[in-house]
């Protein structure tokens, strides 16, 4: 059974920075992985961010997030990562990490098993 723990998540001003960190525990295998970063804000639906497949290590990102925001995977940590700059009021949300094997489609939240508990990103302006 996978545990997903994310951290990292806090308030700045618009124009900052955060990484967020998601750490996998209980039996996860790096290998054969989609990772996922995805957000909801109050009255939204769940967005997919950025996801990751670990095998090819390919990754891919929403068009609101392009070159602002960098997913990436330290493998001997089991640690996701979520470097966010030039932050945006419209960023504010909700993250959570999500893993799972044989994703078709990162964006879509209904094909991830795992999900962490979530970490409150607020960007002010």
């Known amino acids: 059974h996978v545990q997903l723990v994310e951290s990292g998540g806090g308030s700045v001003q618009a124009g900052g920075s955060l990484r967020l960190s998601c750490t996998a525990s209980?039996?996860?295998?790096?290998?054969?992985?989609?990772l996922g970063w995805f957000r909801q804000a109050p009255g939204k639906e769940r967005e997919g961010v950025a996801g990751?497949?670990?095998?090819?290590?390919?990754?891919y990102y929403a068009d609101s997030v392009k070159g602002r925001f960098t997913i990436s995977q330290d493998n001997a940590k089991n640690t996701l990562y979520l470097q966010m700059n030039s932050l945006k009021p419209e960023d504010t949300a909700m993250y959570y990490c999500?893993?799972?094997?044989?994703?078709?489609?990162?964006?879509?939240?209904?094909?991830?098993?795992?999900w962490g508990q979530g970490t409150q990103v607020t960007v002010s302006s």
């Open positions: 990751i497949y670990t095998g090819s290590g390919r990754s």
């Open positions: 999500a893993a799972d094997r044989g994703v078709g489609s990162w964006t879509n939240p209904s094909a991830y098993k795992y």
């Open positions: 209980g039996g996860y295998a790096y290998s054969g992985y989609c």
